[in-house]
């Protein structure tokens, strides 16, 4: 059974950092997708990074140069370092692994939604100006 776990959302004022936490188990984690989706109120989840099998990593424009995403594979941990945070990036922020038979590509422009079939519960994070 795969479980991903989040951990590190918080409140925060507007030019702070916050490093979000993904625990997983039982998944192989070195092998698919993974990423970060954030979802406000009244809208939609959206994709704010990903990474791939060979670290290679994506990132929505709205968080480019602020947000970094890494990974332990040791560990089987999902980071997400966001620095000067914006009220803008308030959220609940997702967690979020690929099906383990997915060999797409990973880059958000790229990958659709329903390709992560394996989700945290979420993190909020809010940002106050």
């Known amino acids: 059974q795969v479980q991903l776990v989040e951990s590190g959302g918080g409140s925060v004022q507007a030019g702070g950092s916050l490093r979000l936490s993904c625990a997983a188990s039982g998944y192989t984690y070195s092998r698919g997708c993974m990423g970060w989706f954030r979802q406000a109120p009244g809208k939609e989840r959206e994709g704010v990074a990903t990474?791939?099998?060979?670290?290679?990593?994506s990132y929505a424009d709205s968080v480019k140069g602020r947000f970094t995403i890494s990974q332990d594979n040791a560990k089987k941990t999902l980071y997400l370092q966001m620095n000067d945070l914006k009220p803008e990036d308030t959220a609940m922020y997702y967690c979020?692994?690929?099906?383990?038979?997915?060999?797409?590509?990973?880059?958000?422009?790229?990958?659709?939604?329903?390709?992560?079939?394996?989700w945290g519960q979420g993190t909020q994070v809010t940002v106050s100006s």
């Open positions: 990474t791939d099998r060979d670290g290679s990593t």
């Open positions: 979020a692994a690929a099906w383990g038979g997915y060999g797409g590509s990973c880059a958000l422009e790229s990958v659709s939604l329903p390709v992560f079939g394996y």
